[in-house]
């Protein structure tokens, strides 16, 4: 089995950071692979492999991509967990996906986010941001563009239990 997943974080992070980062997380000697979005798909992805894309919004400049095994020791809701430990090691604001403890919100709607700010979690909505830039949107009126000119929107605090992971 494997884990996918992408956090978001607000402000870069070089390959140094994020190497380090997730040394501190997972167990010794499983292989770890961190490139840059430049770099294309290595050849050895390793047990957990990990590729920085820039995007395009000043206040969340970087996001994470992460593939790795499912045992690779990062825990059953391994985003959150890394969330976390972004913020407390870089001083950072994190995205991540939606935690399934949050039974109002389907976790499958692309725009809802977790948001760890200033190390509370709120839900967040990315709808009409600049995170996810400018979209078509197509419904009974027909079609328009939407500019994707927003910041992204803290909708209320939520309690996410991590003590486990």
């Known amino acids: 089995m494997t884990i ?13 950071d994020v190497v380090a980062t997730f040394v ?16 294309g798909i290595a050849d050895d992805m390793g047990d957990l492999w990990i590729r920085l894309v820039a995007n395009e ?4 400049p970087l996001s ?14 391994p985003d959150l967990r890394v969330a976390e430990h972004l913020g407390v090691r870089h001083g950072v604001d994190v995205l991540c996906g939606i935690d399934p403890s949050l039974s109002d919100v389907d976790p499958l709607d692309p725009y809802y986010r977790l948001a ?7 839900l967040a909505s990315t709808a ?5 830039g400018p979209y ?4 009974a009126d027909g079609v328009r563009k939407e500019p994707g000119d927003e910041p992204v929107k803290l909708i209320r605090p939520v309690v996410v239990d991590t ?3």
């Open 4 to 16: 996918m997943f992408s956090i978001t974080v607000s402000r870069t992070l070089t390959v140094a």
């Open 24 to 39: 501190a997380l997972i167990p010794p000697g499983l292989q770890l692979v961190v490139q840059p979005d430049e770099a």
């Open 57 to 60: 919004d000043p206040a969340w």
């Open 64 to 77: 994470l991509d992460v593939l790795g095994r499912y045992d690779c020791g990062l825990g059953p809701y």
């Open 116 to 122: 760890l700010i200033g190390r509370r979690w709120y």
């Open 128 to 132: 009409g941001t600049r995170l996810m």
């Open 136 to 139: 078509t949107v197509y419904d």
């Open 163 to 165: 003590a486990e992971q």
